[in-house]
């Protein structure tokens, strides 16, 4: 069986969790509400925390500016109607971390932004940062409480190779082993991705996060965090052992690893959305853990869609004028959340 590397399916938000879990863990951490809207204009507001990760400043191999192909960003977008009421909302596909090249966003999603009475995000991590209940919540989910560690859930090799890996890259303390294989493997793709140089971590949801706190716009979760813990928890030991082994090994191709990074930017980036259901680098999955992978997507991809298109459903029938952002993933091949609403009767258009 092949199948595509999972990051993009979890980056709109997970990563962003991720992200902010290394804040909290080393004491700090800017919280994005501070963000101003200038980043629209800005070409990389992360080039210096990029490079400080990744140890390899001088590296053309690692630079997504070298591979990166779309220069002016024209992302897929969406609009949703309800014939019988006339009620309708825009959609579009995001990013968490993008490029240099990434903004200002086309006038095509700014005017859908200044028409709209609030945003729809996969989750407000902003709202996280200053809810000390919240994040309470959420860790508790995702740390082992019956007296085992991740040691007890990886391979002794794997766990080694984790270790030195995020030790490297400062991503690893002590309390790390207390948390579960799928907050690490998150964990080490945030890492990986923070070695490449000139990556932008100031994603789409986030700019417009930060624009909808300055104007005044409500701002409403997609999921809950529930969903989000569910979704780094999905997968087995097995699988998990062996996506964060192979990650890692990525890794060792810095140039490749970028390349693929890159690939996938380019197809969100020229609005090619479907074709990043079967793009990015791919690997080969043990027969024996193709059954783990099928269960993993459906919590990771499939359900998570069909819950974005019944809160995509709820907001049409209530009359809620909305900018609903959810990752670019949940868009691609044919069970994407566009589909399930055109399924649910709504006239779904391309118009992007």
Known sequence: MKTKRTAAALLAALCALSAFSCTEKDGGGKNSAEASSEVQTEENTAEASSEEASGETSDVNNDLNSYVTVREATPAMWKVTDE???????????????????YPLPDYIMDVYESCD?????????????DFTQIQDFYSKLIYTDGTTVKDHLSEETYEKAKKFMGENMFYNQMMDSYSVGFWEVEIETAAMMKMKNLNEQGVDSVFLSLAQRDGKEIVNVESLDVQAAAMN???????????SQLIDSTEDMASYTESFARQYDLWASGKIDSLDEADVENDIPSDLEDDYADYLEVILYDRNKG?????????????????MVGASHFAGKKGVDDLLEEMGYTVERVA
């Open 84 to 102: 019988k009421t006339g009620n309708s909302i825009y959609m579009l596909g995001t990013m968490h971390m993008v490029t240099g090249y990434t």
């Open 118 to 130: 609030g945003i729809a995000v996969e989750y407000d991590i902003s709202s996280m940062m200053s």
């Open 234 to 244: 999905a997968s087995s030991d097995e699988l998990c052992d062996f996506m964060i």
């Open 308 to 324: 974005m298109a019944e809160k995509a459903d709820e907001f049409l029938k209530e009359g809620r004028n909305y900018f609903f």
